[in-house]
């Protein structure tokens, strides 16, 4: 009887970890920096395109006016515009930043880091 020779378990391959995109491991505490850092720059934002908003002569209530008073208007519509939309940014990162936890770990995604203004606003980089 021929004996069978028992093959022996072949060493189990070693697998490799693969990670799909980007994956950060980022403190509560990191987070909340770079959003006051960003709160900061809006709240900047705001009171320079305010300042800016003031200086602008206002227009007559009912005065059909030129060209010019036409863009003038428009530019202190657009100024207002910014200024709030600033100010809804700040009070969101502010909402956010509050509510992190300093020492929980967060594993966030590019949309998140978007929403934060981390990630650049070109989206050709991402």
């Known amino acids: ?3 069978k020779k028992r093959r022996e378990n072949p ?16 403190t509560g505490r990191s987070l ?4 006051a850092k960003r709160i900061a720059w ?12 003031e200086r602008l ?10 060209p010019a008073d036409w863009k003038r208007d428009e530019r202190r519509r657009q100024l207002a515009e910014s200024v709030s939309a ?7 990162l502010e909402f956010v ?3 992190l936890k300093q020492r929980r770990i967060y ?17 050709r980089y991402i």
């Open 42 to 53: 809006h709240k900047q934002m705001a009171t320079d395109k305010a300042a800016a908003l």
């Open 32 to 35: 909340a920096a770079e959003a």
């Open 86 to 92: 600033h100010q809804e940014h700040a009070r969101f």
């Open 57 to 66: 002569p206002a227009g007559e209530v009912n005065h059909l006016g030129l």
């Open 97 to 99: 930043r509050v509510n």
């Open 107 to 123: 594993r966030p995604s590019l949309q998140d880091l978007s929403y934060l203004e981390i990630t650049p606003k070109d989206d």
């Open 11 to 26: 060493k189990p391959k070693k697998t490799v970890s693969v990670t799909v995109g980007i994956d950060l491991d980022i």
């Open 1 to 3: 009887m021929k004996s």
